[in-house]
């Protein structure tokens, strides 16, 4: 059964234990901001995980296993300590894939803030450590394992002097590494952080990822970040020169897609790859220890730790509760629009192949043509969006059934309900039960706690026995894929969108309602403005219209059909 992945309480500073291999084998001064990265130790680290005794590393093998460990063994010398729990309570820095329990795990470790304020929020240190199984059908003699020095022992070992070379650092955030599996297979170990939310995306404020770091001819580093990835990009372009590195930036943006921080950057999380172009050695097993370059892979990785340093300095707060609009009705900053995960039809990243976002980004889209508002989108942990909210992290909150009613103090919120409708479904097996909420009763059934769902559930008469979970979705349903539950209670829309990736599961319906966007009550200007366009769009067509293309011909008339019995009561 894959654990359980849960955030650890480790307030604890990192420990100084293990030898420091950064700095003339000193640990560095938490005031420096570019350190003195030793490239011997970078060669060492380089030449022990290609080795063949890795075997190449596949991220399903052994000796993928075994990389794994070493890693974790490594980190933990840097002073790093493990982020993540199992559901046995042990905390251990190898991070299993929930829905692919085959593969090797991610490596999640993290040197916690030791600063005055500590903020609760993250920046990422990532590499891939995984690459290729070895030759099938080489010859006796033939050398048919594929190393991967640069692809990417590179970036791994670049990480792990990142680690040792902060591991003294006094930051108000949490420097969090991963070292993630399945990269090659299709970003299999970057997907799952994300999907299982093994950190909360909320709190993530950057990733700074390198693969394949020791190998450019021309001796500059490839920096690609694209418009998500600027924040960190105008912060290495301006450190670069106190290394000094040379970089080619935003070169190639159809690598963005390719390697790990990919799936950060869908999530609208700014992130940046570190890499060099694809050489002879590229996928080949002569890509050897021997052919890396140490010193390149060593500034790219004292560039990281500046850009660290840099960015947790001066990254901008992330609550701020100035007035969205002037006095004199102009706005003054954006809308910052609350998100959980992704919930497609409702809203999901874009892709080079479909640059479409869901249902309400594009309710979101039209009603800041019609009022000229700006929003900008910003992740919130399930079951957190309304105490982000009256915190003043976001101003609104997009996503989610009725949220009016999880949020009963009109003094503290005001709901614009939206022209879409949704409900509360249970997500079973196929040959689960089939009818109503009374066919669920006495099964086990779990909701998320602090959601709609729960509150709805709690409200029913006579109540419906059932436990709440923190698992991730992914992690829910495979246990009902299993047969260890028989429920998991959610949004209608996200129940069906999942039906997209389980094929073994179905949705029982158990009620509907209308879906609304949910803001503080003190910003009942935006509300008004808002509400007005939503009705323009009603009698002008495009509501049924957007409906249509989203729910389906037969939800809009079904949805049309309550809206005109509501109006004639």
Not at 210 to 220: C, K, L, N, T, V
Not at 266 to 278: H, K, N, Q, T, Y
Request: overall charge negative.
């Amino acid at each position: 059964m894959p654990r359980t992945l849960l955030l650890c309480a480790l307030l604890a500073l990192a420990s100084a234990s293990g030898p420091a291999r950064a700095i003339d084998d000193a640990a560095p001064k938490p005031s420096t901001t570019i350190p003195r990265i030793d490239p011997e130790a970078i060669r060492a680290d380089i030449a022990t995980l290609a080795s063949d005794d890795f075997k190449g590393r596949s991220f399903r093998s052994e000796e993928a296993r075994r990389a794994a460990q070493w890693i974790a063994d490594e980190l933990a010398a840097a002073g790093a300590k493990p982020l993540v729990k199992g559901t046995d309570g042990t905390a251990s820095m190898l991070v299993p894939i929930g829905r692919m329990p085959t593969a090797a795990p991610n490596v999640v470790a993290w040197i916690p803030p030791a600063g005055k304020n500590p903020s609760g929020e993250y920046i990422l240190v990532t590499a891939h450590y995984d690459h290729l199984p070895p030759k099938s059908g080489a010859k006796e003699g033939e050398d048919a394992i594929y190393n991967g020095a640069d692809d990417n022992a590179s970036g791994v070992s670049g990480m792990i002097a990142v680690a040792n070379a902060m591991r003294a650092d006094a930051l108000d955030v949490g420097v969090v590494f991963v070292a993630f599996t399945g990269e090659e297979a299709g970003l299999v170990g970057s997907r799952a952080f994300v999907e299982e939310e093994t950190v909360p995306l909320a709190r993530i404020r950057g990733v700074f990822n390198m693969d394949m770091i020791s190998r450019q001819p021309d001796g500059a580093i490839r920096l690609d970040g694209g418009p998500k990835g600027k924040p960190l990009v105008d912060i290495l372009v301006r450190i670069a020169p106190e290394v000094p590195i040379e970089m080619k930036v935003d070169t190639h943006p159809d690598w963005l897609d390719r390697s790990d921080q990919g799936a950060f950057l869908r999530v609208g999380i700014p992130a940046v790859l570190f890499s060099c172009e694809d050489h002879e050695d590229y996928h080949q097993v002569s890509d050897h220890a021997d052919k890396a370059d140490p010193v390149l892979a060593a500034k790219v990785s004292a560039l990281v730790v500046g850009a660290v340093r840099t960015y947790a300095r001066e990254m901008q707060p992330r609550f701020d509760r100035s007035p969205i609009l002037a006095e004199d009705g102009t706005q003054r900053r954006a809308i910052r629009v609350g998100r959980t995960m992704p919930n497609a039809p409702y809203w999901k990243p874009a892709t080079r192949r479909s640059p479409d976002r869901g249902l309400d980004a594009a309710i979101l889209d039209e009603l800041a043509k019609r009022t000229g508002l700006r929003v900008e989108e910003k992740s919130v942990p399930v079951g957190g969006e309304l105490a982000a909210l009256e915190a003043g992290e976001i101003d609104l909150v997009a996503n989610g059934w009725n949220m009016a009613a999880a949020a009963p103090d009109p003094t503290k919120f005001r709901a614009v309900e939206l022209f879409t409708s949704s409900g509360i479904a249970a997500l079973v097996a196929k040959e689960g039960p089939t009818a109503d909420l009374a066919t669920l009763a006495g099964k086990r059934i779990v909701v998320r706690p602090g959601t709609v769902a729960e509150t709805w559930i709690l409200a029913q008469d006579p109540p419906i026995a059932h436990t709440t979970s923190t698992e991730p979705d992914g992690a829910i349903v495979g246990r009902i894929e299993k047969g260890e539950l028989d429920a998991y209670l959610c949004d209608t829309l996200a129940a069906r969108a999942r039906l997209e990736r389980s094929t073994s599961l179905k949705v029982v319906a158990l009620a509907t309602g209308e879906n609304a966007f949910l803001l503080r009550a003190a910003d009942s200007a935006i509300s008004e403005r808002l509400s007005a366009a939503l009705a323009s769009c009603a009698t002008d067509g495009t509501a049924r219209t957007l409906r249509t293309k989203y729910l389906g011909e037969e939800a809009t008339k079904e949805a049309t059909k309550e809206a005109t019995k509501e109006a004639t009561k």
